[in-house]
């Protein structure tokens, strides 16, 4: 830098005076610049670059306070020196010193005279390209090697090698960095191994980040106090339920004891009945099913089971379509209020449905099981399908966990029942199996826990071809009881009022009768502990059916409308041999009314609609629904 001072003093005394060209106030005022420039005559031969001498000192009265000021604050800060490399420009785009002592002008034009007009430039303004690429001491291009290559200081301040350890040098143990004032010594001094160094301002990108990392974490905190409300809230709506359910056990059982005590729970003959009726339970006196309407669903014969769902008034028939955009099999909709009427169809399966039940909660929500070896939940609203859970075997048959509205059942062709949690997608969550059994599982019904019955337990029944074992459900799993029950079970049924079940029989060697055995669950406990026990059955009644039945129907247990609660229930089977509907009483076993039916009738299910009962029966091409009378 001394060098740089003597070279341009030398041209300062050899240049003519006319030549020369001093611009700035007198050195003599305080806080003010002197700058020297040199300017060479236009000439395209001989081009120089223009040096820039910026002498800034803080102008002080007399000697005796400089050094005064020294002595307190230390060696007085290095000449500032600041040159420019000339870059090659046109003539009349040299670059030139400005009036106020300040950079050079990035474009300039030469006057008639020879030298030039500088042009006026702001002093803030900084060349987007060399921002990141020029030494702040000297403005000059740093590189990666030599001996201006790129090196830092410990603030982290970027300069060229050569001119930081001058100015280092000359600022002796009170240096400091040109650009933060940080103090600085020459073992601060550390290479940049780049090849080229561009500074991006990443201000604004860097607050929004953080920004986004708070609302991300504010989310999560809402989200984990979201789902422990939701488990909070499921508790006390199971809660409700359970209460809700031991009322209505309450109530029946105080029912029961006043008509007992009055002596109104006696069978009375019926008055006036007809010739297809026989002594009638007085809950049904003067009552009987009616035809009222009959829907065609499908010409060619595909429909096989149903379901229906009270809330929405909505019955569900599986149905194969045999339309160009209705390939596979589907469910169509029957609205049942107003007139049963078909109201659409959704495709569901490639091949046919074996079962299906509605959620018991969420009421547009529809469990569908089918020999394709899916299972999938279905919304009835918006006719898509949510879920698919790809099995192992064809599936036969489903039912829903009331004790858990998150899960569900299914039963296999191979004899497997597997259990599935609608919050963990894939695999089942538990497999059970009867040792040296592959038969279908032809029924699944889940009882649910009630403590103030004869039979408080929960947990499913699972009725295979030849065996019937009800799943008692524990807190740390399910316990298998076998029920002394003889196949071979076609259909199994479930009246959650009186908790009783029905298990239905086609003929066998051992059994020449078709058979309906309507029986009561019970527990006996073991021991002192009162939460384990032994789950077993006695049958009430076993109603014998004819000695002919092909198809896999089902049949159904129903209570009479208008009687008490837990004291006249019915068994609705078809009989092909009559080729009729039949109506049992449980009590007494007797045939209470006989509904001719020319069609195989493959599914019975009773429906309340706005309070008026209903027994669809399901043929393989329509359904008939016969009303209480």
């Known amino acids: 830098m001394a060098s740089d001072i003597d070279e341009s003093a030398v041209r300062l005394d050899t240049a003519d005076p006319e030549e020369v060209q001093v611009a700035g106030p007198s050195l003599e005022q305080r806080n003010q610049r002197a700058s020297v420039i040199v300017v060479q005559p236009s000439s395209t031969e001989n081009r120089i670059g223009t040096v820039e001498l910026e002498i800034t000192n803080e102008a002080q009265t007399d000697q005796d306070s400089r050094d005064s000021l020294a002595e307190s604050n230390g060696p007085l800060s290095p000449i500032l020196i600041r040159g420019r490399r000339r870059r090659p420009r046109d003539e009349d785009n040299d670059d030139e010193e400005t009036e106020d002592g300040g950079p050079p002008s990035r474009k300039s034009k030469s006057d008639s005279a020879g030298g030039f007009l500088p042009e006026k430039e702001d002093k803030t303004a900084v060349d987007d390209e060399e921002d990141g690429q020029v030494c702040p001491v000297c403005f000059d291009v740093w590189s990666n090697s030599g001996s201006h290559r790129v090196v830092s200081l410990k603030c982290g301040h970027l300069f060229g090698q050569a001119c930081i350890e001058r100015w280092v040098h000359s600022g002796g143990k009170g240096a400091r960095c040109p650009q933060c004032n940080e103090s600085a010594q020459k073992k601060d001094i550390r290479p940049i191994y780049v090849r080229n160094l561009k500074a991006i301002d990443t201000t604004e990108r860097d607050r929004a980040l953080s920004a986004l990392e708070q609302e991300k974490e504010n989310r999560r905190r809402l989200e984990l106090e979201y789902h422990k409300l939701q488990i909070q809230t499921t508790a006390k709506e199971q809660d409700i339920l359970r209460l809700q359910q031991e009322l209505q056990q309450c109530r029946a059982a105080l029912s029961g004891a006043c008509l007992a005590a009055s002596g109104q729970g006696a069978e009375l003959p019926l008055a006036g009945a007809g010739p297809l009726f026989g002594s009638q339970p007085p809950g049904i006196l003067g009552r009987r099913l009616v035809l009222d309407s009959t829907l065609e669903l499908c010409k060619e014969g595909q429909c096989?089971?149903?379901?229906?769902?009270?809330?929405?008034?909505?019955?569900?028939?599986?149905?194969?379509?045999?339309?160009?955009?209705?390939?596979?099999?589907?469910?169509?909709?029957?609205?049942?209020?107003?007139?049963?009427?078909?109201?659409?169809?959704?495709?569901?399966?490639?091949?046919?449905?074996?079962?299906?039940?509605?959620?018991?909660?969420?009421?547009?929500?529809?469990?569908?099981?089918?020999?394709?070896?899916?299972?999938?939940?279905?919304?009835?609203?918006s006719d898509i399908s949510v879920t698919s859970y790809q099995c192992d075997a064809p599936l036969w048959s489903c039912a829903w966990n009331a004790d858990n509205k998150y899960q569900f059942f299914v039963g296999t062709g191979t004899g497997k029942v597997l259990l599935y949690d609608m919050r963990k997608s894939g695999d089942a969550v538990e497999c059970w199996s009867e040792p040296n059994s592959m038969s279908p599982?032809?029924?699944?019904?889940?009882?649910?826990?009630?403590?103030?019955?004869?039979?408080?337990?929960?947990?499913?029944?699972?009725?295979?071809?030849?065996?019937?074992?009800?799943?008692?459900?524990?807190?740390?799993?399910?316990?298998?009881?076998?029920?002394?029950?003889?196949?071979?079970?076609?259909?199994?049924?479930?009246?959650?009022?009186?908790?009783?079940?029905?298990?239905?029989?086609?003929?066998?060697?051992a059994h020449p009768q078709a058979r309906h055995t309507v029986c009561a669950p019970s527990w006996t406990p073991l021991g002192s502990d009162s939460s384990t026990g032994l789950c077993s059955s006695h049958a009430i009644t076993t109603i014998q059916a004819g000695s002919q039945q092909k198809l896999l129907s089902r049949s159904c247990l129903l209570t009479a409308p208008g009687s008490t609660e837990g004291k006249q229930l019915m068994v609705a089977a078809h009989q092909e041999a009559a080729q009729c509907i039949s109506l049992w009483d449980v009590n007494s076993s007797a045939v209470l009314q006989k509904l001719p039916c020319s069609d195989p009738v493959l599914d019975l299910l009773p429906i309340r609609v706005n309070g008026v009962h209903f027994v669809a029966a399901l043929s393989e091409k329509n359904a008939r629904f016969y009303k209480w009378t």
């Open 304 to 381: 096989r089971v149903m379901s229906y769902s009270e809330h929405l008034t909505l019955l569900v028939v599986s149905y194969a379509g045999t339309n160009s955009h209705l390939t596979g099999t589907g469910i169509k909709k029957v609205n049942a209020l107003g007139g049963f009427r078909t109201v659409g169809y959704i495709a569901v399966h490639r091949k046919p449905i074996r079962d299906m039940a509605f959620h018991l909660e969420q009421n547009d929500l529809l469990l569908t099981v089918s020999l394709d070896k899916t299972a999938k939940l279905v919304n009835v609203h």
């Open 441 to 509: 599982v032809t029924g699944l019904a889940y009882l649910p826990f009630s403590p103030v019955t004869t039979f408080p337990r929960g947990g499913l029944f699972v009725q295979r071809l030849q065996s019937c074992v009800f799943h008692e459900s524990r807190t740390d799993g399910f316990v298998p009881h076998t029920l002394p029950l003889d196949g071979s079970f076609t259909s199994l049924c479930i009246e959650p009022e009186t908790r009783h079940f029905l298990a239905s029989s086609r003929p066998s060697t």
